[in-house]
């Protein structure tokens, strides 16, 4: 390839990518530095590229030597981006003694965090639930002037909101509407989020009003916010009537989660007719439901020994190509030799059969 001009140092980056997504985390190292015996020389970029693609593929520790060992021979000197990468991969794994130990590295090496570093940070800290870390870092990000992104307020609003922490996350909104940025549906979701925590339903209508005013929603992550929070309060009811509503009154329609919400409150509810009612309505807007959804009617219309309209919705998950789940399979089996019906297992069994051979050959 190399003689016919057509290897590049793209190539390697593809061959680790790969060896990374099949969890080989050695060969991708070992694809990376063949680099060299073709003549390519690694770059700073083609490093961040390689660290970032054994963080995301869980391997931040193999990035995290691989990053030691290279600065220690002086095959590169990283930039803010290369830390950056690494920062982000120990947040994601949740250690957070490595992320600060690579935070105080990026410091001593002259690289001051910009906002892109604080916002990784912060999100670590409120994902780890470290939320006093967290503002403790906002205070040090505006100390030094560098202003905050709509992600961090983000962050900061989502899990101050969830600890009941209601005020400190009303005055990261507050100064999130202070800020140059214009006003984002994710930041407003955070406080609808904030006040559902608190059960304060009629507080994040109000902030769903303010969204219609900027014209930035609401959209239905917004409603599958409040439409959680009211079925985990057992307001039922009140759910299906927002879920109603959410059309009808703000023009905003429902998604495959959003379905999937009101299927299953209605299925633990034992309203089986209402599950079909919703899911049927899912069914004229052309909304696709997931495996997940298909097994939840069907294991409520098992339990509820309703087995002939359980077995039509398998069929429909099978005609979708959709492979079930084996303990759904299972229990609709039993369910079904139960009531003496070995020939409907016997049928559904061949389908399914066939179902698996497609996928396999596709």
Not at 33 to 44: S, Y
Not at 121 to 126: G, I, K, R, T
Not at 301 to 321: P, Q, S, T
Request: charged fraction near 30%; include cysteine.
């Amino acid at each position: 390839m190399k003689t016919k001009g057509v290897l590049e140092k793209a190539t390697f980056l593809i061959i680790s990518r790969r060896y990374a997504r099949a969890k080989k985390a050695k060969e991708a190292v070992e694809a990376f530095e063949r680099m060299g015996r073709f003549g390519f020389k690694a770059e700073l970029g083609d490093f961040n590229r390689f660290f970032d693609v054994l963080s995301k593929a869980g391997f931040v520790g193999t990035a995290h030597n691989v990053f030691d060992e290279m600065k220690k021979k002086k095959r590169f000197r990283p930039d803010i981006k290369t830390y950056s990468v690494l920062l982000e991969g120990w947040g994601l794994e949740m250690n957070l003694l490595k992320m600060d130990e690579v935070f105080r590295e990026m410091k001593a090496d002259g690289f001051e965090p910009d906002v892109v570093v604080y916002g990784i940070v912060v999100n670590a800290y409120c994902k780890a639930k470290k939320y006093d870390l967290a503002v403790n870092k906002f205070d040090e990000m505006r100390l030094r002037n560098v202003e905050a992104s709509p992600h961090i307020y983000c962050s900061l609003i989502n899990g101050l909101g969830s600890e009941g922490r209601l005020d400190e996350a009303l005055r990261f909104f507050e100064l999130s509407k202070c800020s140059r940025h214009a006003p984002e549906a994710p930041t407003y979701n955070a406080v609808v989020g904030s006040y559902c925590w608190s059960m304060r339903m009629d507080d994040a209508f109000r902030v769903i009003e303010e969204m219609r005013q900027w014209g930035i929603g609401p959209n239905s992550r917004t409603f599958d916010i409040i439409l959680h929070h009211l079925i985990k309060g057992r307001r039922t009811e009140e759910a299906y009537s927002v879920f109603t509503r959410m059309r009808d009154k703000y023009g905003c329609e429902p998604s495959v989660s959003t379905y999937e919400i009101m299927v299953r409150m209605f299925c633990n509810e034992g309203r089986i007719d209402m599950a079909l009612k919703v899911w049927e309505e899912m069914k004229a807007e052309g909304v696709l439901p997931g495996m997940h959804m298909f097994s939840t009617l069907i294991n409520s219309l098992c339990h509820e020994k309703n087995l002939e309209v359980a077995c039509k919705y398998f069929n429909e998950m099978l005609d979708a190509g959709i492979r079930p789940p084996a303990h759904m399979f299972n229990r609709l089996k039993q369910a079904l030799v139960d009531e003496g019906k070995e020939d409907t297992v016997i049928a559904l069994t061949h389908r399914l059969e066939k179902l698996k051979t497609l996928l396999v050959v596709s």
